[in-house]
């Protein structure tokens, strides 16, 4: 799984414009930021619930940029 993943990461990667690839590296930050006050227990954050921001970051950017 992980090595399909990662070649799904490489062929999309190519093709994605800079700003994308800047919005969805914030996102992804912004969900780590949120486990780390899971794991403090800061917050009770669902990360999981958050993940199709993921997949839904790039074609905002891509239509609002």
Known sequence: IQGV???IG???GGSLDKIIM???SATGGVL???LGFNIL???KIKVGNLLPALIIV???VWYFA
């Open 5 to 7: 993943l990662t070649l």
């Open 58 to 60: 790039g074609p905002l």
């Open 22 to 24: 800047n919005e969805i």
């Open 32 to 34: 780590i930021l949120g």
């Open 41 to 43: 227990g800061i917050a």
């Open 10 to 12: 490489v062929l999309i």
